[in-house]
């Protein structure tokens, strides 16, 4: 019996100040994040949605009731386990950021408090297991953010991980994800969901 997860982005973000927002309140979906995550339900209407679950920041929030306006007594469920990396550097500025290669998992940061990869994947990888187990043979749609999406999928797909893997060319997209097919408990199918 197959268990089908649709692993899904927010839609883009209302940012003009450039900000590595990360976990702080206040930032919400934008014009165009709107209709790109009306796409994206209209994309999953069909799928036979049982569950919804998501991130308690707002983006996500905005983005998984979009998604469930779509379906027929579906509603959402908010997990902290989903929520987007904590690092010590939200609030600085993106363009500072990329100085750094994105890569806010290095030592200096991580031992100020910030998660480290291996932190993420166990929060995520827990929430798995348990909706997995759960939702046995059926789709559910789970919303999270960019870095907890491709640390799921590098893990799903058996690769080392590693900012780069992270990173790498398929990194997702906002109102984008992945379909996770599971058969009982392993992912056995990882694909990019194309619409």
């Known amino acids: 019996m197959k268990t089908v997860i649709y692993l899904v982005r927010h839609g883009e973000v209302h940012n003009p100040e450039g900000i590595f927002y990360e976990r702080l309140p206040g930032f919400h979906l934008s014009d165009l994040g709107v209709a790109q995550v009306h796409e994206l339900g209209k994309f999953l209407s069909d799928k036979g949605v049982s569950a919804i679950y998501a991130s308690p920041l707002e983006r996500t929030r905005q983005t998984a009731d979009i998604i469930a306006s779509y379906q027929r007594g579906v509603v959402v469920t908010h997990d902290k386990r989903l929520l987007e990396v904590s690092s010590m550097i939200r609030g600085q500025k993106q363009v500072d950021l990329a ?3 994105w890569n806010f998992y290095k030592l200096k940061y991580t031992k100020l408090g910030g998660e480290k990869l291996s932190d993420i994947w166990k929060r995520i990888g827990s ?26 999928m590098v893990k799903h797909k058996g690769k080392r991980l590693t900012v780069a893997e992270i990173r790498g060319v398929e990194y997702v997209e906002t109102a984008k994800g992945f379909q996770f097919i599971f058969e009982e408990f392993s992912a056995v199918e990882v694909n990019t969901l194309d619409y």
């Open 99 to 101: 100085l750094e290669r």
């Open 127 to 152: 929430f798995f297991k348990e909706t997995v187990r759960k939702h046995k043979g059926q789709a559910i749609v789970v919303v999270s953010h960019g870095d907890p999406i491709m640390i799921s």
